[in-house]
């Protein structure tokens, strides 16, 4: 199986500030990766797939990199919206989600 | 427009079998390429997928979970059936549907549904 371990579980951040989330897989992944966005009590939102491809509707704030085993999610200016749980997928084998990562107002 | 809605029972008992559906509009399962998914997440818990059924049949089950599960669709009426047996109450749950793409992503994803085990 798959394992996709995020880092960190949770952080504390300002409005404005460039917030870094990272994913790394227990093998290669190639791009197969996905981000989401949750809010409580609704369902998660497509962010990122293929690692970096945005999907439609996402503000351009949102981008992702990385390829293999490591990858991350980069909000560079962290708006009020965007304070919320944010969870990596594997789609290469099967599925697998991180943990998730719980985006604080500091 | 693509929207996918759970139903099922809001409480099972321990030991029994739970089914769900997942009922969809706006594309069929039986365009290649595309599936549908159950995703559940217990109450302050991340999540965790159960299940994908793709436009051939073909069916994927998580390993942990695998010998408890069933998934099945019915094209003509746009619904997917996730069966769970032996419910015990750490299987509850939020437990959501999702229209797998062409990309291989959820890009859409039901309301999820809370299902809770106990007796």
């Known amino acids: 199986d798959i394992q996709v371990t995020q880092s960190p579980s949770a952080l504390s951040a300002s409005v404005g500030d460039r917030v870094t989330i990272t994913c790394r897989a227990s093998?290669?992944?190639?791009?197969?990766l996905a981000w989401y966005q949750q809010k409580p009590g609704k369902a998660p939102k497509l962010l990122i797939y293929?690692?970096?491809s945005l999907a439609g509707g996402v503000p351009s704030t949102f981008s992702g990199s990385g390829s293999g085993t490591e990858f991350t999610l980069t909000i560079s200016s962290l708006q009020p919206e965007d304070f919320a749980t944010y969870y990596c997928?594997?789609?290469?084998?099967?599925?697998?989600f991180g943990q998730g990562t719980k985006v604080e107002i500091k | 427009q693509i929207t996918l809605k759970e139903s099922g029972p809001t409480l099972v008992k321990p030991t029994e079998t739970l089914t769900l559906t997942c009922t969809f509009s706006?594309?069929?399962?039986?365009?290649?390429?595309?599936?549908v998914g159950w995703i559940r997440q217990p109450p302050g818990k991340a999540l965790e997928w159960l299940a994908l059924?793709?436009?051939?049949?073909?069916?994927r089950y998580s390993p942990s979970l695998k010998n408890r599960l069933t998934i099945t669709k019915d094209t003509s009426n746009s619904q997917v059936v996730l069966t769970m047996t032996n419910m015990d109450p750490a299987d509850t749950a939020t437990y959501y549907c999702?229209?797998?793409?062409?990309?291989?992503?959820?890009?859409?994803w039901g309301q999820g549904t809370l299902v809770t085990v106990s007796s």
């Open positions: 293929k690692a970096s």
């Open positions: 059924i793709y436009w051939d049949d073909d069916k």
């Open positions: 997928q594997q789609y290469h084998t099967l599925w697998t």
């Open positions: 999702g229209h797998k793409g062409a990309r291989g992503v959820i890009g859409y």
């Open positions: 093998q290669s992944i190639s791009s197969w």
């Open positions: 706006g594309f069929s399962l039986s365009t290649s390429g595309l599936g």
